[in-house]
């Protein structure tokens, strides 16, 4: 059974940096396409940062967030730098193959 669990979500202050983990559970790790993706309050879902063969990136994170993983704990992260309160959502890890979302972490951005 496939199981996404992010953790290390919570509040910064403008200008700091957080990183985000996403434990997987019944996945094929080193063959599947990972994501993170988030949702601000009142907005829709967006795609923040993929990990494939390569790395792909949304613009408005280009250049403060990082995304990796480490395929000796089945695990993808988010490094999140220079955070700005327009960062401020929920952070979810997705598995495109079968569309596998986990529950989420809140990150919120303020002073």
């Not at 994501?35 to 923040?48: C, D, I, K, M, N």
Request: with cysteine; net charge positive; aromatic share 12%.
């Amino acid at each position: 059974q496939v199981r996404l669990v992010e953790s290390g979500g919570g509040l910064v202050q403008p200008g700091g940096s957080l990183t985000l983990s996403c434990a997987t559970f019944g996945t094929v790790f080193a063959a599947d396409l990972f994501a993170w993706y988030r949702q601000a309050p009142g907005q829709q879902r967006e795609l923040v940062a993929i990990h494939g063969g390569g790395t792909v990136y949304s613009d408005p994170v280009a250049n403060r967030f990082t995304i990796s993983r480490d395929y000796t704990k089945n695990t993808v992260y988010l490094q999140m730098t220079n955070l700005k309160p327009e960062d401020t959502a929920v952070y979810y890890c997705v598995k495109f193959l079968g569309n596998y979302w986990g529950k989420g972490t809140l990150v919120t951005v303020s002073s």
